[in-house]
């Protein structure tokens, strides 16, 4: 059975911070994991993704996450936070044991960008 | 390209009454899947289908939940005897291999 834990509903940064969304996961198989981002009333939007390979990927937007397997964490990071990143993030692990597989997803962390 | 679509957007029904939602799913991906977005439970699995056949209704919180999917494209989610629980947002993905892409969602209110 899989599981994902989001440490922190809300984070709070000023415009040009740092950005670190925190993301463990728990496995019973080497992880697919995700982060997706949704804006108010949209649907969810795909950030990154890991599957295999290299452990530091980068996706759209400015976002990076490292899965980190001694850790069991997959944390999202950003340089330098802009207004538009303003959104909850979802971090989602798969059961890819089949040619399809559920998302299994935390609770959100809401990112608020202050000026 | 064309992304997933979802339809309709909002839907507003009354306790009792029965509702159906449809999703579009990105041309050529062999995999779609439901969820449910609601306040109290976050995101949750419903049901997946791989071609039309759905291998894994874990999800689907009673038998008042069902879904199928047609000529491996459209899939249609139908809720009978609405409850007010029910009331959250419905959304549908698809997916050609590990990457789901999602659609925007139906939100639906039980009144």
């Known amino acids: 059975a899989q599981s994902v834990t989001q440490l922190g509903s809300h984070v709070s940064v000023s415009e040009g911070a740092l950005v670190l969304l925190r993301c463990n996961y728990s496995?019973?198989?080497?992880?697919?994991l995700f982060w997706y981002v949704q804006y108010p009333n949209q649907g969810l939007q795909l950030l990154l993704k890991?599957?295999?390979?290299?452990?530091l990927v980068k996706g759209i937007n400015g976002f990076e996450a490292e899965f980190k397997k001694s850790e069991t964490s997959f944390h999202l990071t950003k340089p330098s936070a802009h207004m538009s990143d303003a959104a909850e993030y979802f971090c989602a692990v798969s059961d890819h044991t089949g040619t399809a597989s559920k998302l299994t997803f935390g609770t959100g962390t809401r990112l608020q960008v202050t000026l | 390209g064309a992304g997933v679509s979802q339809s309709p957007s909002n839907k507003v029904t009354e306790k009792g009454k029965d509702v159906e939602l449809r999703c579009d799913p990105i041309?050529?991906?062999?995999?779609l899947y439901w969820y449910r977005q609601s306040l109290g439970q976050g995101l949750e699995f419903l049901i997946y289908?791989?071609?039309?056949?759905?291998?894994?209704k874990s999800g689907l919180p009673s038998d008042r939940f069902s879904a199928e999917r047609t000529g491996g494209s459209v899939s249609t989610l139908t809720i009978q005897r609405t409850q007010q629980e029910d009331s959250a947002v419905y959304l549908c993905?698809?997916?050609?291999?590990?990457?789901?892409?999602f659609g925007p969602g139906t939100r639906l209110l039980v009144l």
């Open positions: 496995s019973s198989v080497p992880p697919y």
């Open positions: 890991y599957t295999t390979g290299a452990t």
């Open positions: 993905a698809s997916s050609r291999v590990e990457t789901q892409y």
């Open positions: 289908f791989q071609g039309n056949s759905a291998p894994d």
């Open positions: 041309s050529g991906h062999t995999a």
